[in-house]
């Protein structure tokens, strides 16, 4: 309220930078002997399973209640640019930011190995579907930027969770992958998740036609991110995927042939203030994360420098798609600056960062493993991309929108 009063900033923006000063206070209380909740505020954190509470709670109503706001002849328009930039600009993504880092760490001469520098592109590279629906959607951007930024960030999930599980199996598993292994995989996550959320869909399409109860009905739509993403990971195919691909059917075809005007706004309401909630809770715990941290200057170190690794990362795999891209279709001239300082970081690349087992050390005499350098590594890109781009991004949507009504009036003087 305080936010939405006087400071005006995006609401799960003013939620993250107002969890990190809350986070600050306690750490320099506790430092200075002010009041001793440090220890027991990053207790109550460690205590908490983030990657199962994001991954297999949160994320499945997160997703679904993202697609249900998504224009379907919008993504079809964009189909293919959303394939290219979902899975190869993501593995463009990967293969830079682990070089690059590689590079990096061999001249500060940490023994950070080329795998984990890997790993670290893996869990990043992917946009974070939550973090844009929640801050860019809600910008009113050009439509086919918007539809490619979120898109791009509804879709690579399978085929980044592939590329990151490969790489982790290679880090911690000792096992060499085969070209049959990660088809294999593909297939079954990706593929898989895609085919079982439109089976998901129309089951519940079907359903909700045939009730006139409002009540009913929304429980219907509660179905889908619980027994239904509970029973994608009993088949072992992507659950994100299949909640993106139910939703899309739900709010688009059963939005039209199966609610009533009336069930169309309760639905609205519903999954709106279940969307606002969940991500205010998240985005919290996201600015709070940093109680549990221990900081040492390498970690600092390699935390300024994760943060243009990641950008420029972005910049080069959106370019290189734009280059084909250019051949086919005109674009909007700031299409590329927006999906790169678009592409937000957020909980799941968090989640994903704290599977890593620890006691892998790299710098043993200060304690210092591979999880701790890469979870600090992506807590930082994740913050700065929440605070800094989230905030920042508005006057290139602006310039966006001034080059799109220019080209408007042209065309009818013409």
Known sequence: MINEKFIKFQTTIAITAGALILSLIIVIAGHASWITLDDHAADAINQLNFEDFLLKGMLGFLLFAG??????PHLRDQKWEIAVLAMGSTLISTFFIGFALWGVVQVLGINFGLVYCLLFGALISPTDPIAVLAI?????????????VEGESLFNDGFGLVVFVTIYAIAFGGTQPTLLGVSHLFLQEAVGGILYGFVLGQLFHYLIRNTKEHSIEL?????VPTSGYVFAEVLHVSGPLAMVVAGLIIGNRTRRKGFSEESQQHLDHFWELVDEFLNAVLFLLIGMT????????????????????VLLGRYISVRAAYVGFNRFRRYNPWSVRILTWGGLRGGLALAMAMSIPAGIMVIPEKHID????????????????ILIQGSSITPMIERAKEWEVEQFRRGKRN
């Open 136 to 148: 860019v959607k809600k910008m009113n951007a050009p439509r086919r930027i918007s539809t490619q």
């Open 290 to 309: 940093m109680i549990a941290f221990t900081f040492h200057p390498e970690d600092w170190v390699l935390m300024l420098t994760a943060i243009p690794l």
């Open 67 to 72: 697609a249900l706001g998504t224009k379907l």
């Open 219 to 223: 429980m219907l739509t509660l179905l």
């Open 370 to 385: 591979v999880r701790e350098i890469i979870l600090v590594m992506t807590y930082s890109v994740v913050v700065f991309s």
